[in-house]
Nanobody, 119 residues
Framework: QVQLVESGGGLVQAGGSMRLSCAVS????????LGWFRQAPGKEREFLAT????????YYRDSVKGRFTISRDISKNAVYLQMNSLKPEDTAVYYC????????????WGQGTQVTVSS
């Protein structure tokens, strides 16, 4: 069974940086795009960023462009989200996902990792 396990969440001050990792197992990256989503309390889950399975293209939500960077390492079966200039409104549970739909991969999900940005 496909597994995605996020790590790297925690508490950070506004303006700080954080890097999330997602370990992917039992999934061949070929033909599967990888993405990051988040869900804040009382809000719906929202798309943040996705990377084409080949790694040659990325796509971002407007509100995180220039601050967040998605990347993946096939040799490590991992996908990452580098987050800079964090704001309190970035506080949410962050999920990684994999799927065949571009730019919204959503066939498989991780359990999520909490990111809290203090003001």
């Amino acid at each position: 069974q496909v597994q995605l396990v996020e790590s790297g969440g925690g508490l950070v001050q506004a303006g700080g940086s954080m890097r999330l990792s997602c370990a992917v197992s039992r999934l061949t990256f070929v033909n599967y795009h990888l993405g990051w989503f988040r869900q804040a309390p009382g809000k719906e889950r929202e798309f943040l960023a996705t990377i084409l399975w080949s790694g040659v293209s990325t796509y971002y939500r407007d509100s995180v462009k220039g601050r967040f960077t998605i990347s993946r390492d096939i040799s490590k079966n991992a996908v990452y989200l580098q987050m800079n200039s964090l704001k309190p409104e970035d506080t949410a549970v962050y999920y990684c996902a994999a799927g065949t739909t571009w730019p919204n991969p959503s066939d498989y999900w991780g359990q999520g990792t909490q990111v809290t940005v203090s003001s």
